[in-house]
């Protein structure tokens, strides 16, 4: 079995995954263009470019990312199911059936103790990851965990009354939010739930799911519907995640127009209106909860064909990436905007808060639909590599909440038992859907977009596709048709925007091909079963400089960012926070940077190969001219490091 192997390769042992076996309470995601078909009462309208392949279409292949993948698996099946369903079950007080009842059951720590008013979001969070790892891999272990999820929290449902009302927490939380009381975001929580419970039923066809959230949707709706306006822009001003998307796809998949009126009820005037205008000065509000709510005006531009709302997601985009993003990808210091006139000055250890750049990949994929923009897959790449790959820390599993960039600080990964962040919620999706985004189509066309090795199965074309490579440690991808449609296929390749000028062989042909980096090279032929396709993309080295800063750089390599490995000294655990009675105070934590570290860099911007060369061996590992050590980031664990070097 699939699980039972990754199991073996990691900490967690054959003891627990036996555990995991026996019934347990039985008694994000965002939907694009071209998914899950037959299950959407309200298709999307709006004219694409590209559609998205469903996740079961697409297989991994041995590699760097499906090492990550295999790690957050191990995890997943991990978690007890009736340790997941315990703070609902105190809710409700519902714990006949239990065996030990209350007291056998061990409780999550951190954003999942029972003091905690954000407890059940890593619920919503895992009931996607089951769907998604269960689509990604076929294997029916995420399958049964996900079913008995959804059986527990229907049986919590049911004793919490007819309404339909469902959550760890009692409803006065949402009610202290529409009277404008103090109350962290019940919103947000149950956003992540309504989301998971969708995915439940989109990734792994489970019907009970269905049934469920379209009772949460009756529940908001008789809730919501008919308080004041003044009452609903008070709730509002409470962080609320996606609701506004959530509710765009319940309404997708039931067509049922109330879920759309609260879709439409979580417009934030005071966040949307001002971007509707172009004002897209953001101060130094909360980054992430800016980019959910764009996301939902992107379904809403392809239910309802409005202009004012894919005008909204666009510029948007084009903001975070001009203005907000760093090389990594990633966005944000202690969770929010800065100023970037002073961009160098914010480069510190707690920027890159990983659930931004979790929702900036999902935004990306809506506008890649619309514009089969090289542009948008450029960043998607650019993000996954330095963000989301080197989130998971390759020893144990574990996650960071932010990516820090502060020079000498290094990774600060959650634990099994006391963190459960937002971070550690949105990484169980981010690695368990690697192959979402690999390729697209459109009616006569297959995109390919990331270079993972990975099987595609375009069913309606009979078409499958095997993409064999090592990158990025390799420049080379090869794509073989395993089997080939009838008629003539576009095969359009990503000329990155990093890359120097491609080779294209054919059957060790070479073809000429004309595009220009941040393109598609296209190839139009009638296909045959064998044919061999094989891209060269020339990589090197190259420095990008802060905006107001031109001696504080970060190294690449192709889209990878590299950093400088700094050594060990003075660090404390990579996982401080594992002991319950430590504060997580990750947004002050003291990275103990030692005196004296060299985070100076000489280099010609113009040459950097000439002072910086590749160590040989395995991997992407460099030297300095000075015998510095240089790693990509992805690599770069419980070890300080640089990325934003001093040059000279």
């Excluded at 909860?289 to 764009?294: H, L």
């Amino acid at each position: 079995m699939y699980v039972l192997k990754c199991m073996m390769k990691h900490k967690f042992g054959l003891f627990l995954f036996a555990i995991m076996m026996l019934p347990s309470a039985v008694s994000g995601q965002s939907v694009y263009p071209g998914q899950h078909s037959g299950k959407m009462k309200v298709e999307t309208i709006v004219p694409l470019k590209a559609r998205a392949f469903d996740l079961k279409d697409v297989r991994l292949l041995p590699g760097r990312v499906r090492d990550n993948l295999e790690r957050d698996s191990a995890w997943m099946v991990n978690i007890s199911v009736n340790r997941l369903l315990h703070s609902f079950r105190n809710n409700a007080g519902v714990f006949a059936g239990l065996e030990g009842g209350y007291e056998s059951v061990r409780k999550l720590g951190g954003w999942e103790s029972l003091d905690c008013d954000l407890r059940g979001h890593t619920t919503g969070h895992l009931l996607s990851a089951y769907g998604l790892m269960y689509a990604a891999t076929g294997d029916s272990i995420f399958k049964l965990k996900g079913d008995s999820l959804v059986a527990g929290l229907a049986e919590v449902q049911t004793a919490l009354g007819p309404e339909g009302y469902l959550s760890a927490f009692p409803e006065e939380l949402i009610n202290r939010n529409l009277r404008g009381k103090s109350v962290w975001a019940p919103w947000y929580t149950l956003h992540k739930l309504l989301s998971g419970l969708i995915d439940q039923y989109l990734y792994a066809d489970n019907r009970q799911a269905l049934d469920v959230v379209t009772r949460m949707g009756e529940w908001a709706y008789s809730k919501l519907i008919g308080q004041t306006e003044e009452t609903r822009r008070l709730m509002l001003r409470n962080e609320f995640g996606g609701c506004n998307e959530a509710f765009y796809n319940l309404y997708a998949v039931t067509g049922d127009k109330r879920f759309e009126e609260l879709a439409r009820y979580f417009y934030h005037n005071d966040v949307i209106d001002p971007l509707r205008d172009g004002d897209f000065n953001m101060g130094t509000k909360h980054t992430n909860t800016f980019i959910p709510k764009v996301i939902g005006e992107a379904r809403n531009y392809e239910l309802n064909d409005d202009g004012a709302s894919r005008r909204i997601a666009t510029d948007f985009w084009d903001c975070m990436i001009d203005r907000h993003t760093f090389a990594t990808g990633s966005s944000s210091q202690k969770e929010h905007y800065f100023d970037p006139s002073k961009f160098s000055k914010f480069i510190n250890g707690y920027t890159g808060e990983t659930c931004c750049t979790y929702n900036m990949l999902k935004l990306s994929r809506h506008l890649f639909c619309w514009e089969a923009s090289a542009r948008v897959a450029d960043y998607y790449e650019r993000a996954l590599y330095n963000h989301i790959l080197a989130q998971q820390d390759t020893t144990s599993g574990m996650v960071c909440y932010f990516l820090p960039l502060l020079s000498g600080s290094y990774k600060v990964y959650s634990t099994p038992e006391q963190s459960f962040w937002c971070c550690v919620g949105s990484g169980f999706e981010s690695h368990a859907k690697y192959a979402e985004a690999i390729y697209y189509h459109s009616d006569d066309e297959l995109f390919v977009n990331l270079f993972i090795p990975s099987r595609l199965s375009w069913n309606e074309k009979g078409l499958t596709l095997t993409q064999s490579t090592s990158f990025p440690e390799s420049d080379k991808t090869v794509l073989t048709i395993d089997d080939a449609p009838s008629g003539a296929l576009k095969l359009s390749l990503r000329y990155p925007s990093w890359s120097g000028k491609p080779v294209v062989k054919v059957n060790g042909k070479k073809v000429a091909v004309k595009a220009s980096p941040s393109s598609y090279m296209t190839i139009s032929r009638r296909w045959s079963k064998g044919d061999r396709i094989e891209v060269t993309y020339p990589m090197s080295l190259h420095v990008e400089t802060t905006p107001d800063d031109p001696k504080r750089g970060a190294l690449l390599y192709g889209p990878v960012v590299l950093a400088g490995d700094l050594g060990t000294e003075g660090m404390e655990s990579p996982a401080p926070f594992s002991d319950p009675t430590v504060r997580n105070d990750y947004y002050t934590y003291n990275y103990r940077i030692p005196e004296g570290l060299d985070t100076t860099l000489d280099i010609d911007l113009r040459n950097p190969s000439a002072s910086v060369r590749r160590d040989g061996g395995v991997g992407l590992h460099f030297r300095s001219s000075r015998g510095q050590k240089i790693v990509p980031l992805y690599d770069a664990h419980r070890c300080r490091y640089v990325v934003y070097w001093d040059l000279r």
